[in-house]
């Protein structure tokens, strides 16, 4: 999994910090990439035995086991990561509690987890707006996660749709706060069984732009450069 950010040229040293957000578009399946992300997080920040690194993965769908079998092809258990207390699940695709009562809990979880090193995603933020959640709330939440929890690193995920004004409303205010965007598609022409789709990386300041192939492999996924060949 490491090659797969190494081939984004994405670094640790680059996203500490940071909110980066990863954006499925075209009805692409972006798990691979929120695993990797994670992947690299444990790998960098695992050496500080006495305050060691915690993930914390904040759930808006109940998608924990389609994460974990997405981890599974990539040799990363998430089930083992939570039995070895390594990471936090956070469930809160209730539609009982509100929106400020969800970030409350959120705040709380992650404040009484001792480590110096925290990645906080959170998954499916879209879904949200289908809990019936204000979007004047729903904003807040965001704006919320950048002030409060800047002093981490953070995973926003989104999903993409054109046909949704709110949530197209929404995705573009994840992309405006974060520093890094990550977009996930399919090609747009169509099947290839040579590329499974593509992954755009952008920065905030527009000084770093990339396009590259991705193709789903036996193995797990392999990036490369547009004109480039995968090594299956």
């Known amino acids: 999994m490491a090659e797969i950010t190494k081939a984004l040229n994405l670094s640790w040293e680059c996203l500490q910090q940071t909110c980066i957000t990863v954006e499925e578009r075209e009805h692409m399946d972006a798990s691979f990439?929120?695993?990797?992300?994670?992947?690299?997080?444990?790998k960098e920040?695992?050496?500080?035995?006495?305050s060691p690194?915690?993930?914390?993965?904040?759930l808006f769908q109940n998608n924990f086991q389609h994460l974990n079998n997405i981890g599974m092809k990539l040799f990363m258990s998430l089930k083992s990561l939570v039995q070895s207390q390594k990471l936090t699940l956070l469930e809160m695709f209730s539609e009982e509690s509100s929106v400020q009562d969800k970030f409350k809990s959120i705040h709380n979880?992650?404040?009484s987890i001792q480590a110096k090193d925290k990645l906080i995603i959170f998954t499916n933020l879209n879904h949200l707006t289908y809990m019936g959640a204000p979007e004047n709330d729903i904003f807040d939440f965001v704006h919320y996660v950048k002030n409060t929890l800047g002093e981490h690193t953070c995973v926003l995920h989104c999903t993409h749709n054109k046909q949704d004004n709110v949530v197209e409303t929404l995705n573009n205010a994840i992309r405006h706060l974060s520093s890094y965007v990550?977009?996930?598609?399919?090609l747009k022409t169509g099947f290839c069984k040579e590329i499974s789709g593509h992954i755009n990386?952008?920065?905030?300041?527009k000084t770093y732009k990339k396009t590259h192939h991705f193709l789903f492999t036996s193995r797990g996924v392999n990036v490369f450069l547009p004109g480039g060949i995968s090594t299956r």
């Open 109 to 111: 979880s992650i404040s």
């Open 33 to 42: 990439m929120i695993i990797s992300l994670l992947n690299m997080f444990l």
């Open 201 to 205: 990386v952008s920065n905030k300041y």
């Open 53 to 58: 690194s915690h993930v914390i993965l904040v």
């Open 182 to 186: 990550i977009q996930v598609s399919n």
């Open 45 to 50: 920040t695992g050496d500080n035995k006495e």
